[in-house]
């Protein structure tokens, strides 16, 4: 390990970022030394440049990716090499395009979710969209989180290190509680091939192709899709957003408001003025009768 690196990593612990950024953040900045193979300390303004080029032009990234990489680059110039940049202009952030998620419908929840073979897997993708859950905080769960008297979920350090309680149905009480019957796991809820570790990630989402593949819904269907679902599914039975915010964990607002754009019971309660006219527009032309003379 490079002493720049050693230095990189104190710096995020010392800030306490999450494990999962100090990941990300130290790979991006190696795929940057090794595409110009030297040291970033040897590299300035025009190398940067030149990356973010190859990024969006050849690599062809999304946009998501890309601010990965200039949030990596611009920690490291900034904190760690403590350069007097003007960020904003030195290491751009490209805008981020608003769209929004395709939403699945309850019939569509009810149909993935039969088509999930393991039981494991069906139990962490039902927390996803019974409780709202990230999939890294379903998969994270322990039995003491389940509070069957108040009817909760303890969510610990999810998402920005917020602990939060999320509600707890009683059909997700009972899946939970078959699991745990079954299965008997000691610390982890869900536990992983690896001892002491609960099941990772990319074993859910692999589960969760495997299901999309045999369901036959031409949406796109990942785990965050649930927690998507649960959302909008909750705004069209009348919940309010402000409620909502609380039970995913948003940090803004606005983030939980882009939902109420999703919503049918939002976006249809109100007639289209094509509905309000006096004469209802004809579906026909007549066509003009030929002229005689």
Same mark, same amino acid.
């Given at each position: 390990?490079?002493?720049?690196?050693?230095?990189?990593?104190?710096?995020?612990?010392?800030? +306490?970022? @999450?494990? +999962?950024?100090?990941?990300?953040?130290?790979?991006?900045v190696s795929l940057f030394a090794r595409y110009f193979n030297q040291s970033?300390?040897?590299?300035?303004?025009?190398?940067?440049? @030149?990356?973010?080029?190859?990024?969006?032009?050849?690599?062809?990234?999304? &946009?998501?990716?890309?601010?990965?990489?200039?949030?990596?680059?611009?920690?490291?110039?900034?904190?760690?090499?403590?350069?007097?940049?003007?960020?904003?202009? /030195? #290491?751009?952030?490209?805008?981020?395009?608003?769209?929004?998620?395709?939403?699945?419908?309850?019939?569509?929840?009810?149909? $993935? =979710?039969?088509?999930?073979? +393991?039981?494991?897997?069906?139990?962490? =993708?039902?927390?996803?969209?019974?409780?709202?859950?990230?999939?890294?905080? *379903?998969?994270?769960? &322990?039995?003491? @989180?389940?509070?069957?008297?108040?009817?909760?979920?303890?969510?610990?350090?999810?998402?920005?290190?917020?602990?939060?309680?999320?509600?707890? *149905?009683?059909?997700? =009480?009972? /899946?939970?509680? @078959?699991?745990?019957?079954?299965?008997?796991?000691?610390?982890?809820? $869900?536990?992983?091939? /690896?001892? +002491?570790?609960?099941?990772?990630?990319?074993?859910?989402?692999?589960?969760?192709?495997?299901?999309?593949?045999?369901?036959?819904?031409?949406?796109? #269907?990942?785990?965050? *899709?649930?927690?998507?679902? $649960?959302?909008?599914?909750?705004?069209?039975?009348?919940?309010?957003?402000?409620?909502?915010?609380?039970?995913?964990?948003?940090?803004?607002?606005?983030? &939980?408001?882009?939902?109420?754009? /999703?919503?049918?019971?939002?976006?249809? *309660?109100?007639?289209?003025?094509?509905?309000?006219?006096?004469?209802?527009?004809? =579906?026909?032309?007549?066509? &003009?009768?030929?002229?005689? $003379?």
């Amino acid at each position: 390990m490079t002493s720049l690196r050693l230095r990189m990593l104190e710096d995020m612990q010392i800030r +306490n970022l @999450a494990v +999962n950024t100090q990941e990300s953040y130290v790979q991006q900045v190696s795929l940057f030394a090794r595409y110009f193979n030297q040291s970033p300390e040897q590299l300035g303004p025009e190398q940067i440049r @030149a990356y973010q080029l190859y990024l969006t032009k050849e690599k062809k990234l999304a &946009t998501s990716s890309i601010l990965m990489a200039i949030s990596a680059l611009r920690f490291l110039y900034k904190v760690t090499l403590k350069k007097d940049w003007t960020f904003a202009d /030195i #290491i751009p952030a490209p805008k981020k395009p608003q769209t929004l998620p395709v939403v699945l419908s309850p019939e569509e929840v009810v149909q $993935f =979710l039969a088509c999930v073979a +393991n039981r494991k897997h069906r139990a962490i =993708l039902t927390t996803c969209y019974g409780a709202g859950l990230r999939v890294s905080e *379903s998969i994270a769960l &322990t039995p003491p @989180a389940i509070d069957s008297k108040r009817m909760v979920l303890r969510v610990e350090q999810g998402k920005g290190m917020k602990d939060r309680y999320v509600m707890l *149905s009683p059909k997700l =009480l009972e /899946i939970l509680r @078959a699991w745990w019957r079954v299965e008997r796991p000691e610390h982890w809820l $869900f536990p992983g091939d /690896i001892p +002491n570790q609960h099941i990772s990630r990319a074993a859910v989402e692999r589960e969760c192709q495997k299901a999309h593949g045999i369901c036959k819904i031409s949406k796109p #269907i990942t785990p965050h *899709s649930l927690r998507h679902a $649960f959302a909008v599914h909750l705004l069209e039975q009348g919940a309010d957003v402000r409620t909502i915010q609380l039970l995913l964990g948003h940090r803004s607002l606005a983030t &939980t408001a882009k939902y109420l754009r /999703i919503a049918t019971s939002k976006v249809c *309660s109100t007639s289209s003025p094509l509905d309000l006219l006096p004469h209802p527009v004809p =579906l026909e032309v007549k066509p &003009t009768p030929p002229p005689l $003379f």
